[in-house]
């Protein structure tokens, strides 16, 4: 076995020595090759010859709803594939992990959400009479309840939560990109997934840990629950619910603002929930709306056509 961070090393070496890229190009290579370590070191992955396709799908999955941009994101596909050839070349390992990974494909001009029979399937999904069940519920409800991104639910702690549990009024804040802090009101079905959780989920997996977590939601060593692990989670809902659609933690935050515009809501006030800088952001969503509003008239009015 050959650590990760001794092949990356390796590699950087190579780029420089022996094909003589700029400093520029290597350096985007160093970032693209730290941000891969971490999340594998996320995974508890260290040695080079542990790492398998899924960690690798893992690992462009927490790209893509890191909203980073698909430029980016390809060029951290390539950076790694590179990486497993030049491992693979040097002995670290018979297959190259991440040879059929492909980056994401560029979606469409409009985001993509769910009907809520969808999300209702999704957020039935966990079977809420296992520890895990109520973890992966409260991941769900969470993600949906708030619009929010999946890495500012697995940052929440569970003093976060506690305090908003014990007054309805109170709302959730979160910390968004640029530490930016928001409040969103936590409706009650994300309230009871949380509850529960708290009272018959956490505690089991809290006794699995070395030591204690501040995390709210926790991993099945008792730490908190990396962005790639919540990914696997919310793939296994959609595969249970049987949805023939592909979601991301994005769709649900998608689902979450077309959702709440749908039923009304003035688009800045769901510019704030979604901490969206510009309401040009968030106006996006509108068009959405604007089509379902279409398809809804085409189907019901008797002169449509």
Request: aromatic share 4%.
């Amino acid at each position: 076995m050959t650590s990760l961070e001794a092949v990356i090393t390796a590699y950087l070496d190579h780029l420089l020595i022996d094909r003589g890229l700029s400093t520029n190009s290597i350096d985007a290579y160093r970032r693209d090759l730290a941000r891969y370590q971490r999340v594998l070191a996320d995974a508890s992955i260290t040695q080079i010859e542990e790492v398998t396709e899924a960690d690798v799908l893992a690992f462009v999955g927490s790209l893509t709803d890191s909203g980073l941009a698909r430029t980016s994101i390809a060029r951290a596909v390539v950076s790694v594939r590179n990486l497993h050839t030049f491992a693979v070349a040097e002995g670290h390992g018979r297959e190259n992990p991440a040879a059929e990974v492909r980056p994401p494909k560029p979606p469409g001009r409009l985001p993509k959400a769910l009907t809520i029979a969808q999300v209702q399937a999704l957020l039935d999904a966990p079977d809420r009479t296992t520890p895990e069940g109520l973890r992966d519920a409260t991941l769900l409800e969470l993600l949906y309840g708030t619009g929010a991104r999946i890495s500012e639910i697995v940052a929440l702690d569970v003093d976060d939560l506690t305090r908003v549990l014990a007054d309805p009024e109170m709302g959730l804040r979160l910390l968004g990109k640029g530490d930016k802090e928001r409040l969103v009101p936590l409706g009650s079905f994300a309230r009871d997934a949380v509850d529960a959780w708290l009272v018959r989920g956490r505690p089991v997996f809290v006794e699995r840990g070395a030591k204690s977590s501040p995390a709210l939601v926790l991993n099945q060593r008792g730490g908190r629950l990396s962005r790639q692990s919540a990914w696997a989670v919310l793939q296994r809902a959609v595969a249970a619910a049987g949805l023939d659609a592909e979601v991301s933690p994005h769709t649900l935050r998608h689902s979450y603002a077309t959702h709440l515009l749908d039923g009304g809501a003035d688009v800045r006030v769901v510019q704030e929930l979604l901490g969206h800088a510009s309401v040009a952001t968030t106006q996006i969503y509108t068009l959405v709306t604007v089509d379902h509003l279409r398809e809804t008239y085409l189907t019901s009015h008797p002169r449509a056509y």
